[in-house]
């Protein structure tokens, strides 16, 4: 009998880890990393304040120094169809004194995502941007890009990046906001949210952003597609036509 109880809880205790290594992947934390191009160089940082939606980062990299008075993540508050959302909002960075146009990357990042939607929902990614150079210095650009990642395949779906070039010749004005981009993908268990932003400054010069922000929603169904629509307008008259014939 003690040997049948044995075999019992032994088989129990591999079926609870069996199981266990399919459940949903948990949701991380908010990752700021750091890059000037060279990979092996990445740095990423530890947030001074955090909390499960949360971060605020402050410090220097490269002789850059950086302020992130917040960096949000609802992936902890999400669920149903609420959109979900990675944002941050008055970044501050400063380019290091020397020559020449400096080049900075900051990406933030969150994993594990189960929002909008389900397994096989079609989602629509969007990436935002608004933002001032100070001063504005000709040739000093800034570029922006939101990615999802579906897991467990791994697949990477991205909007077109943003950018921004400055010209003193066709703009005085500091400050842009540029239009939304936006690409669709389907979802699988889950996916991993992430924000790349690049500045290149001139050395000394100052950058703060506004508004970064990479958000998902469901994506719209049933709107036809132009073709299609104009051959439903063509069809619509071509009856209407026909019926003021037989009217006659």
Known sequence: MLN???K???FLTSLVGALSAFAAPAKAVLTLTLSDGNPSDNQTVTASTMSPTQAVYSGSYEGFTYDFDLAFSNNSLGSGNQPAVLQT???NVTSPVGSGLQTISLIVSDTGFNFPGTSGSLLSLTSSLSGTF???VNGESVSFQ????SQPDDTAYSTSPQTYVANTASSSNSSF???DASTTFT???SYDLQSVLTLSLEPGANFVQSTGAASVTLAPTGVPEPASASLVLVSAATMLC???RRAR
């Open 4 to 6: 049948s109880l044995f």
């Open 8 to 10: 019992r809880t032994l």
């Open 89 to 91: 909002n008055a970044l």
């Open 134 to 136: 100070t001063p504005l």
């Open 146 to 149: 939101g990615t999802a990642t």
């Open 177 to 179: 906001n540029l239009p």
């Open 187 to 189: 979802r699988e268990t």
């Open 242 to 244: 026909s019926r003021r």
